[in-house]
């Protein structure tokens, strides 16, 4: 009975030797050999760690102007422009750069709906002259309305 009591202990911390040599990888045999490659597998985890975390910092930091960079679509009207631009956060002075983007296209804003408070949202619809009807596609807007989002996205940064 006696020698039951101190087989099982013996048993059980053999087992967790193995189970701790086969997480590690470990060819060792011994007890102080599975122990040592285990402290070294612990360390290469932390390096990994480690260098996991440097780069989602560095992910992050050359990412965050992207998540900042809202969502513009451009449509093409009878007569004009459907433009959509969603951001998910506030942009204040936003609406006022791509506002100045249109009058520089010589569009006109003849309708538009614009939320600013928690996300910023534009859907406009823009009117052009008769001279410019064949000039000007969807994709000159978009252009324009983009570089007046990046325009106002670099002044930010630098206040």
Known sequence: MVSREHKRPATLLHEKFQLLRSITNSHAMNK??????????????????ERLNQ?????????????????VTVETLEKGFLVNVFSET???????????????LGLSVLEARVSCTDQFQLEAVGGENEEQVESMDAQVVKQAVLEA?????????NQ
């Open 32 to 49: 102080t050999s599975i122990i040592f490659d285990a402290s070294k597998y612990i360390e290469e985890l932390k390096q990994k760690v």
């Open 55 to 71: 780069d989602i910092a560095t992910t992050a930091q050359n990412s965050t102007p992207q998540t900042l960079s809202p969502l």
């Open 90 to 104: 506030s942009c204040p002075g936003l609406l006022v750069s791509i506002l100045e983007a249109f009058e520089e």
């Open 149 to 157: 989002i990046k325009n106002w996205s670099e002044s930010n940064i």
